[in-house]
Antibody, heavy 116, light 107 residues
């Protein structure tokens, strides 16, 4: 069974940094592209970033480009999202999700709160 | 960016009803469209991909159709477990974009 578990969320001040991680199990992690998707409180889903299986290609939403960096460690079955210069509007539950195109498996999410 | 617009935003229905949710894309996305179900406090769950292909394990009362710019998600006979929020998502091009969601409520 596919299992994705996010960690690293918390309270951070505007302008601060945070790194999220997503541990994967139940599938061959190194064979799949991965994504981060976020959901602000009471709002809809927003795709954030994508990385191919070999890390050769990454893509970002305009709202995070230049501030967030996606990466992965296939040897440890881990996906990361490094978030810098955080803003109030980055407050959200962050989900990792598997797939290239449709997203067929999601983690339970980790809450990031940006507030002074 | 491709804009995805769902209608209605809220839908009130009863158990046993047939319901349809519409998703429109701001430009043609062929059949590069997925549908998700989300319940409060939970992660989204994939229902349909490639506009009409049912994800494994999803009940057959769910179906999807459409191509180009207009798509529909239909639930043939609503069950109590189906009351949730539904999102469409295009993956024709980056950035992937979602519709704003349709909340399906009990009438």
């Amino acid at each position: 069974e596919v299992h994705l578990v996010e960690a690293g969320g918390g309270l951070v001040q505007p302008g601060g940094s945070l790194t999220l991680s997503c541990g994967a199990s139940g599938f061959i992690f190194s064979s799949f592209s991965m994504n981060w998707v976020r959901q602000a409180p009471g709002k809809g889903l927003e795709w954030v970033s994508y990385i191919t299986s070999s890390s050769s290609t990454t893509s970002y939403a305009d709202s995070v480009k230049g501030r967030f960096t996606i990466s992965r460690d296939n040897g440890k079955n881990l996906l990361f999202l490094e978030m810098n210069n955080l803003r109030d509007e980055d407050t959200a539950v962050y989900y990792c999700a598997r797939g290239s195109g449709w997203l067929d498996s999601w983690g339970q999410g980790t809450l990031v709160t940006v507030s002074s | 960016d491709i804009q995805m617009t769902q209608s209605p935003s809220t839908l009130s229905a009863s158990v046993g009803d047939r319901v349809t949710v519409t998703c429109r894309a701001s430009q043609s996305i062929s059949t590069w469209l997925a549908w998700y179900q989300q319940k409060p406090g939970k992660a989204p769950k994939l229902l349909i991909y490639r506009a009409s292909t049912l994800e494994s394990g999803v009940p057959s009362r769910f179906s999807g159709s459409g191509s180009g710019t207009e798509f529909t998600l239909t639930i043939s006979s609503l069950q109590p477990d189906d009351f949730a929020t539904y999102y469409c998502q295009q993956y024709n091009s980056y950035p992937y974009t979602f519709g704003q969601g349709t909340k399906l409520e009990i009438k």
